[in-house]
């Protein structure tokens, strides 16, 4: 099973370029996550879908955008990438709600540098 | 919104020694709290999980937390660590009410020592 999917694992972007990070799953979860990981500040949500064609914004999503199309799919969309969005990117998926459960199946993160 | 609160950000043990890391969470109703850890290049995984009842949850890999409601508090514990246990932890609770997504702390760094 390949889970949780991210592309690309490595990227640097010059600042005000946009890029979209891919996140698929193949379980068949209808919860996906996007999380970004700072040194020393834990991960912090950025947006969730509970279902395809539903987003909601997460703890920190000013600078992002996201949709949901299908229910394997749940793209970011960084517009006009600025050196604070310098970070590790994560997807999640779940079954329900992760608050309900705690499981989070998760990629193996994107690391993006903003220069 | 709820959260939760590590206090230690770097730990380093010997092998052999004995683990406790923090975990504070802030709040009163009914509460469900997890550990996920991250092990040197690899993603996250829950480590264990309470939902209710025993206070005492025990997880993967000899791993166990205990749940003190007077404290506000869900550390992990652990009798001897290995230098395998290196890694960093993360404790997390629901977001909010609807319990759609985790918020995390802010993780602790465990260096294990051979």
């Known amino acids: 099973n390949a889970g949780v999917t991210q592309t690309p694992k490595f990227r640097i972007l010059k600042i005000g370029q946009s890029m979209t990070l891919q996140c698929t799953q193949d379980m068949n979860h209808n919860y996906m996550y996007w999380y970004r990981q700072d040194p020393g500040m834990g991960l912090k949500l950025i947006y969730y879908s509970v279902g395809a064609g539903i987003t909601d914004k997460g703890e920190v999503p000013n600078g992002y955008n996201v949709s949901r199309s299908t229910t394997e799919d749940f793209p970011l969309r960084l517009e006009l990438a600025a050196p604070s969005q310098t970070s590790v990117y994560f997807c999640?998926?779940?079954?329900?709600?992760?608050?309900?459960?705690?499981?989070?199946?998760f990629g193996e993160g994107s690391r993006l540098t903003v220069l | 919104a709820q959260s939760v609160s590590q206090h230690n950000h770097h730990v380093i043990l010997s092998e052999a020694a004995s683990l406790e890391l923090g975990c504070n969470y802030s709040?009163?109703?009914?509460?469900?709290l997890f550990w996920y850890v991250q092990y040197p290049g690899q993603h996250l995984q829950l480590l264990l999980k309470y939902f209710s009842g025993d206070p005492l949850v025990k997880g993967i890999k000899g791993f166990e937390a205990e749940f003190i409601k007077s404290k506000f508090s869900f550390n992990l514990r652990k009798p001897s660590v290995q230098w395998s246990d290196t890694a960093e932890y993360f404790c997390a609770s629901p977001m909010d009410t609807g319990r759609r997504a985790l918020t995390f702390g802010s993780g602790t760094r465990l260096q294990v020592q051979p």
């Open positions: 999640a998926s779940s079954y329900s709600g992760a608050g309900n459960t705690g499981e989070l199946f």
């Open positions: 709040y009163g109703g009914t509460v469900n």
